[in-house]
Nanobody, 127 residues
Framework: QVQLVESGGGLVQAGDSLRLSCAAS????????MGWFRQAPGREREPVAS?????????YYLNSVKGRFTISRDNAKNMLYLQMDSLNAEDTAVYYC???????????????????WGQGTQVTVSS
């Protein structure tokens, strides 16, 4: 089992950058595929990015964030990151990290594929 705690959210202006972090507890972090999701008010939670478990594993992105967001992980530190650049108002949401047992990822993964979730961190982008 793994526990997840996000941090790094906040209020920024359009065009700014922000880096979210997710600290994972538990063993064998590299054996978990990880993902970032977001949920804006009145909308369903959507996948933002997924990353394979092992070092150098592939990552996949929501089309609207490609080229602006970068998911990465440091398996030695049990950390997951989401670097967000060129933020705009449409990126405003609560961001969640999630974990799934099994390191292989071949596409952007949906909510139903993750068993473990953090509590979320708010990102607000003012235009």
């Amino acid at each position: 089992q793994v526990q997840l705690v996000e941090s790094g959210g906040g209020l920024v202006q359009a065009g700014d950058s922000l880096r979210l972090s997710c600290a994972a507890s538990g063993r064998a972090f590299s054996m978990y595929a990880m993902g970032w999701f977001r949920q804006a008010p009145g909308r369903e939670r959507e996948p933002v990015a997924s990353i394979a478990g092992l070092a150098g594993g592939r990552s996949y992105y929501l089309n609207s964030v490609k080229g602006r967001f970068t998911i990465s992980r440091d398996n030695a530190k049990n950390m997951l990151y989401l670097q967000m650049d060129s933020l705009n108002a449409e990126d405003t949401a609560v961001y969640y990290c999630a974990a799934r047992s099994g390191p292989i990822v071949t596409r952007l993964l949906g909510m139903q594929e993750f068993a473990y979730w953090g509590q979320g961190t708010q990102v607000t982008v003012s235009s």
